[in-house]
């Protein structure tokens, strides 16, 4: 199979708003509530920091091929503000294809989407999550039913044709028709995309907690398979593609921001908890959105990791699959800014990309891989006898080159993917 698209689609930009209405009771991001004040002193930190930035951090003029503001609940913010952040973006690098805004719904209006439409946001991601009220309370959601249908409304009507809608399934309580009635009510609104995740209770949120009291009965195992294949052949029969194991998307439409980290791409994150991934190295800035804001309004702060090499007059971050080495701008204060560094071997970062490749239904190229992260052969050996194990057991499709999940590998994905990490 020789139509792969290219590993790198390009570098793209996360920009993370940690600011929350109210905690969800499953989220372990990191996110808080904020006050007006705060949150304008954050935007601004966003602001200067992306002013920072190389301005050609590729080294080869390329624009960002997507600028993506997560959360938390980016629409909290001024609608101007938001959209003085993606106007820095586009004086700065040019403008990205896409532009994409997560928000809940209830927190946007007309106003707010006339806004953004006009300062170039056409793509949003609505936190839908269920369209069961007692489900949502569960999940300590700030939004009912009819909030979603009316915020999807309000965005088409708007001008903003590309929508995706966030749905979960395994929530302790939701029955096969609970997920089917939310399926169907989604499909209704006419979104360009869906996204599906299985509800994972991670350690220390409230959903964990009442689930390890015995509070809340979790959901069965069978039921979360049924519910997943259901969808799946439910949105292919209404004309979905399902482009990666959670994501599906009408022709078109498929998430330029999503499939770049699914290639291991090089992406910038900027913001108090943002995580940036470029060649071999990766760094997360400090989970503390007051420091963060703090630094950059005392000049304190600088835009890349200083612990890199380089300085002021060496500011360009090489691209590819990491075979050169980024350089930092800024001064010593840039280590205090960082929560996590890492500089990856060739093979962990190769591993990753396999690893985030295999989430893709078109698969991945071992040999391109192989190439892309310069692994030494004997790698690449070890990599195709256990693609061959794997085929042998049904898990895979494997042509000695090309590798993809089977459908009955697709909930047991990380199982498998991880034999391709050392």
Known sequence: MNNLAPLRLGWTIYVHVPFCVAKCSYCDFYSHRADPAE???YGEALRRHLAALPADPGGDGRPPASLFFGGGTPSLLPPS????????????????????????PGTVSPDDLATWVAGGIRRLSFGAQAFQGRLLHLLGRCHDQAAIGQAVAMAQQAGIEDINLDLIYGIPGQTLEDWRESLQAAVALAPTHLSLYNL??????????????????????????????????????HGFDQYELSNFARPGYQCRHNLNYWRRGDYLGIGSGAASNWGHYRWTWCLDSRRYSQAWQQG???????MLGGGS??????????AERP?????????????????????????????LGLRRMVGVDLTAVA????????????????????????????????????????????EIMERFLP
């Not at 702060?301 to 200083?306: D, F, G, K, N, Q």
């Not at 001064?331 to 990753?352: C, N």
């Not at 190439?371 to 049904?394: C, D, F, H, I, N």
Request: charged content about 20%; hydrophobic content about 45%.
């Open 371 to 414: 190439a892309e992260y310069q692994v030494v052969p004997s790698v690449l050996t070890r990599w195709q006898r256990e693609a061959e194990k794997l085929r042998q057991q049904g898990w895979v499709t494997w042509d000695g080159r090309h590798l993809t999940l089977t459908p009955k590998a697709y909930l047991l994905s990380n």
């Open 39 to 41: 949150r304008l002193a």
């Open 327 to 355: 350089a930092g701008v800024g001064p010593a204060q840039t280590v205090e800014m960082i929560d996590d560094f890492e500089a990856l071997a060739p093979e962990v970062a190769a591993g990753e990309a396999i690893f």
């Open 200 to 237: 994972k209770l991670e350690v220390g949120t409230p959903l964990e907690r009442q689930a390890a009291a015995g509070h809340v009965a979790l959901c069965p195992e069978e039921d979360e398979v049924a519910m997943y294949e259901w969808a799946c052949a439910y949105l292919a029969a």
């Open 81 to 104: 503000m938001l959209v003085g952040l993606v106007g820095t973006v586009a004086e700065r690098f040019g403008m990205p294809a896409e532009v994409t805004v997560e928000a809940n």
């Open 313 to 322: 007059n060496d500011n360009v971050l090489r691209s590819s699959g990491g």
């Open 300 to 306: 304190e702060a600088c835009a890349l990791p200083s």
